[in-house]
């Protein structure tokens, strides 16, 4: 019996509900959604594109990454740091990305947040993974329910002060958390998902900064 949450693919794999069954979506969740990162370009872009998603879904950014790439020099942050108000404007024009002022001018706040961050730290991944919570703070099973009822965490809720507090915008709990989990802070892989296991054993043998 597949468990609530859990869809099964075209391949008879069993998988979280949230990738629809579409392909893009779904290379996501198996390559991408969970898997440990330190790179410190990806973290930062991951972060950014999380606050371009507010009010929005996940997948109509996916969809958009490779212009949000283009558009913001591969989410380098100290190329992104130095964009000035024709940048905005050029954003702004541009019909690839979200063209939301707002979350541009974010964006490279954010990136010269970023380059303070890693002044500090040494490196983002370093501060980021400061943050990962401990063995105690995590629900014993990950399933639907637990899942739809915590959008964010005591965890989140602290890194998202943190960020805030030195100057970063766009970084609330929910999309701090939304962060985590993508970046494989947490593994919140529903039980039944075939990828849980396996992000665990990533985990499991992942080095952290």
């Not at 998988?15 to 069954?21: A, I, K, L, P």
Request: charge should be neutral; aromatic fraction near 12%; glycine fraction near 8%.
């Amino acid at each position: 019996m597949v468990k609530p949450g859990i869809i099964e693919g075209m391949d008879g794999r069993c998988r979280c509900f949230w990738h629809q069954n579409l392909e893009d979506y779904q290379r996501y969740h198996d390559d991408e959604w969970g898997h440990p990162v330190t790179d410190d370009v990806r973290l930062f872009e991951k972060i950014c594109l999380e606050g371009f998603q507010s009010g929005l879904s996940w997948l109509t950014i996916l969809r958009k990454r490779e212009n949000f790439r283009a558009a913001f020099a591969g989410f380098d942050f100290h190329q992104v740091a130095s964009f000035d108000e024709g940048d905005v404007e050029r954003l702004v024009a541009d019909a690839g990305i979200i063209r939301h002022r707002g979350k541009i001018n974010s964006t490279i706040n954010n990136a010269r947040r970023a380059i303070e961050l890693r002044e500090e730290f040494g490196s983002l991944a370093r501060f980021f993974w400061s943050y990962e919570p401990k063995k105690e703070q995590r629900p014993a099973v990950m399933d639907l329910e637990t899942l739809r009822a915590n959008p964010t965490t005591e965890v989140s809720v602290r890194l998202s002060k943190d960020l805030k507090k030195r100057g970063w915008t766009f970084v609330g709990p929910t999309t701090v958390y939304a962060f985590m989990q993508a970046m494989g802070l947490v593994n919140d892989h529903l039980d039944g998902c075939y990828k849980q296991p396996e992000i665990e054993a990533l985990r499991a043998s992942f080095i952290r900064p």
